[in-house]
């Protein structure tokens, strides 16, 4: 019904910025929240950034200042801007859209397929 695809990931050094997005497409009536986790070796997933169909975000403490997440309800995309990318911000980062489908259908959650990011000298 909806698919997610992400990209932006990659190798970058120490300092070193990137910038991830988030495109969903199919039977799509609105978006609400628009979040992005990620997930390091042997730990939990954890919710990196999110952002209300209004525009609220909010972080977590570890990448306040350092990273920015936005949208395009237009394009039904999220980004995440990263900068001052540090090696324990390596990590394969999701997406995950609160969709409101087509046909009054209802309301499900969305993950995309993830995306590594490695920061790394």
């Known amino acids: 019904q909806v698919q997610l695809v992400e990209s932006g990931g990659g190798l970058v050094p120490p300092g070193g910025s990137l910038r991830l997005s988030c495109a969903a497409s199919?039977?799509?009536?609105?978006?609400?929240?628009m979040a992005w986790y990620r997930q390091a070796p042997r730990k939990q997933r954890e919710l990196v950034a999110a952002i209300t169909s209004g525009g609220n975000t909010n972080y977590a403490d570890s990448v306040k200042g350092r990273f920015t997440i936005s949208r395009d309800n237009v394009k039904n995309t999220v980004y995440l801007q990263m900068n001052s990318l540090k090696p324990e911000d390596t990590a394969v980062y999701y997406c995950n859209f609160a969709v409101l489908l087509l046909g009054a259908l209802g309301g499900r959650n969305y993950w995309g397929q993830g995306t590594q990011v490695t920061v790394s000298s």
């Open positions: 199919g039977s799509i009536f609105s978006i609400n929240a």
